[in-house]
């Protein structure tokens, strides 16, 4: 599936749903762990199941995950999953609407925490992975790029990525843990 195949976010409602820190958190944990229970991911993120709860009807109210209620042993049991493994949005389509580009503002704003916060983590813990340290990156480039070179870029660098995470996990007995990557590409002066 390619970038443009992704659903299209453009419901500036969907969007403030799943750009909460704590539903964003939730949304990447479903995608890294599969479908889970309330309980179950309580647990992973140190939270109240009541708070998980709420969030999760939030969630499934704007259509971004669903019951799985196959995988539950009783009729008590509610298990959840993503509706898709992956969404895009494009800032300039809540352009038409302060309010909604007010969604889409802060949406970006609390993405780059998130994700800025994930690499912060890894730098707290570093010493601690000494097994990591030759594995874990970062990199930056200045490019000279019209708009149509950024798309195709984009577009590489997503073969890549797509590649990898379609790929079958070799059967070496090797862990494989979570890895966090993210690529930002926006036109900007040093």
């Known amino acids: 599936m390619t970038h443009a195949d992704l659903p299209k976010v453009t419901d500036s409602r969907v969007l403030a749903a799943m750009s909460h820190p704590l539903r964003r ?34 969630l499934g109210a704007a259509g971004l995950i669903a019951e799985a209620p196959e995988l539950a042993k009783d009729r008590r049991e509610r298990w959840w999953r993503l509706v898709a493994p992956a969404r895009r949005w494009v800032t300039g389509d809540f352009d038409d609407d302060p309010a909604r580009q007010a969604v889409a503002n802060a949406a970006v704003s609390l993405g780059l925490d998130r994700q800025v916060s994930l690499v912060r983590a890894w730098h707290a813990v570093r010493e601690q992975r000494p097994a990591w340290n ?52 926006v036109p900007a002066q040093p």
Request: aromatic residues 6%; negative net charge.
């Open 25 to 58: 958190r939730l949304l990447d944990v479903l995608k890294v762990y599969g479908p889970a229970t309330a309980s179950a991911l309580a647990d992973r993120t140190d939270q109240a199941v009541a708070n998980i709860s709420h969030h999760l009807k939030v």
């Open 134 to 185: 030759g594995a874990a990156f970062s990199v930056d480039k200045w490019l000279h790029l019209t708009p149509a070179e950024l798309g195709e870029l984009e577009q590489e660098i997503l073969s890549v990525l797509n590649r990898w995470e379609r790929r079958s996990l070799p059967d070496d007995g090797q862990t494989r843990e979570p890895v966090f990557l993210f690529v930002h590409g």
